[in-house]
Structure formats: C-alpha cells, structure tokens
C-alpha cells in the first residue's frame, strides 16, 4: 500500500481562476512488481456482459493485469476463455477505500483498438444497498478506442442514467493512446468537475439533477472492457493485444482555509 499523507498539492478550480489547495488521502504509485497490492484494489471477474453486452471475461490473471515496471498494466486479449472470445481485467477499491468528494485523478496511456473501452470511473459505496443507478456513478475517463483524440465524462444517477446520464467530450489534437495524460474529477458538495490534464471536459450542478446522490464515499474502478453498446464491436484491425498502462492513481482532499 502507498498512502503519501499530508501532501499539499494545486489544481485548477471549477469556478474561479484560484487555485484550489489539495492534501493527498490515498495513492497507489504501482511501484511494486507483480499483482495489483491486495491492500488497494479487489478483482471483478466474470464474464457475463456486465449489463452492457461486453465481450470479454474479466480475470485476475497476470496475464490481464499485473504491476510492471512502475505501471499498472491491463491487458485486453483476443483469446477463448470460459465462454468469451475475449479476456481483461476489472479491479476496483470496494471495500478496501472510498471517499465523499475530493480530486480524484489517474496518469492513463489508452490502449488502442477499435471495439476497446478503458475507464476509470467510480460507484456509490452502497451500491450492493441501494442498487444502480441510485447509487451514482462518476465516469471520470471513458473513451473508444476507434477515437483516439476524444476523453469522455458522464455523471450517472436516478433519471439521468445510461443513454440519458449527464456527458460531454473534449477532443484534443494530440493521439491520447500516444502518450500519459492525467484523467480526473474535482468533486465538491454541489458540482463534479471533469479535467484532461489541465483542459476542463465538462461541470456538472447539483441543481442542474432532479436528484442530487454525490453526498456519500464512492469506490474507483479500472478497466478495459471489450465491445458493448458503448465500446461498439471490435474487428479485423482490432489489436489482439491491447495493453492499458497507468503511472498511478490518487486521491486527495480540499484544503479550506
């Protein structure tokens, strides 16, 4: 576990050219070869579409997810596998962190391929209680692998979910599978804010949702899903390897002076 305490960092504000002054509650820095630290992260495994018709069966397999060389890697790949013609790898802080409001921000290179979906997002800590989508969802990156220039952000709860959910995109003219770019959320009690590095995607009001559910902890996720109704089909020119790399994953909470 790599928890960096007390450490004060800026981001850009959503409502004011000020900066806002961060100290860091949680990290995971993926500087130990081998699985992911069982400290930090839980496995999702399955393969059963995961409600959104995907392809692949999620393992906790090195082959689908290991810590190497200072990343987190997740690897989509193209093989037969209880059932699914696909694997890759879901983990998640359920259980082991969570956190109400707060910057919450991932160094992400995108795995290429047409038909592939990374994310990293994040659920209501009662989501097995209060069920999806009352629980809330905060899709911090979403994107597909056939638009390598796009970052997607959706905010997900009761009348305002899946294809109704609150969503815009940024395009930027760099390739954002070429390289690292950090993927975030500044999440304060009445607004959600979406960065690509320094690039604001979209703002979000409490105001602005009939029902406001951002006022509990919420766990993270990573993933690459294969195919869906978001994803769209992979095809020929789909790498059979598709590999997500992440430099590190951290949290932090607002200073209010």
Not at 200 to 205: A, M, N
Not at 215 to 221: A, N, P
Request: proline share 5%; aromatic share 14%; with cysteine.
């Amino acid at each position: 576990m790599t928890w960096l305490l007390a450490l004060a960092c800026t981001a850009p504000d959503a409502n004011s050219d000020a900066p806002w002054t961060w100290e860091q509650t949680w990290a995971d820095e993926f500087d130990v070869d081998g699985s992911p630290d069982p400290e930090n992260w839980a496995y999702d495994i399955g393969g059963h579409g995961w409600g959104n018709e995907q392809l692949e069966y999620n393992t906790d397999r090195p082959e689908n997810v290991r810590v190497k060389d200072g990343f987190l890697v997740i690897n989509a790949l193209q093989e037969d596998y209880e059932g699914n013609a696909w694997t890759s790898a879901r983990i998640k802080t359920q259980g082991l962190f969570s956190q109400e409001q707060g910057r919450f921000e991932a160094r992400i290179q995108l795995p290429p391929g047409r038909g592939i979906w990374p994310a990293f997002w994040m659920l209501g800590d009662n989501f097995e209680s209060a069920g999806w989508p009352d629980c809330g969802e905060i899709d911090i990156l979403e994107a597909r692998g056939a638009e390598p220039y796009t970052t997607n952000a959706a905010l997900h709860g009761p009348g305002y979910s899946g294809g109704s959910s609150l969503y815009d995109a940024l395009t930027v003219e760099d390739d954002l599978q070429d390289a690292s770019h950090i993927y975030a959320v500044e999440w304060d009690q009445d607004h959600i804010a979406w960065f690509l590095d320094d690039q604001l995607v979209q703002k979000v009001h409490a105001g602005q949702v009939g029902t406001w559910v951002f006022d509990h902890e919420f766990f993270m996720i990573l993933n690459v899903a294969v195919g869906g109704t978001y994803g769209g089909p992979p095809d020929d020119s789909t790498p059979s390897d598709s590999r997500m790399f992440v430099d590190y994953v951290r949290v932090y909470q607002r200073v209010v002076e």
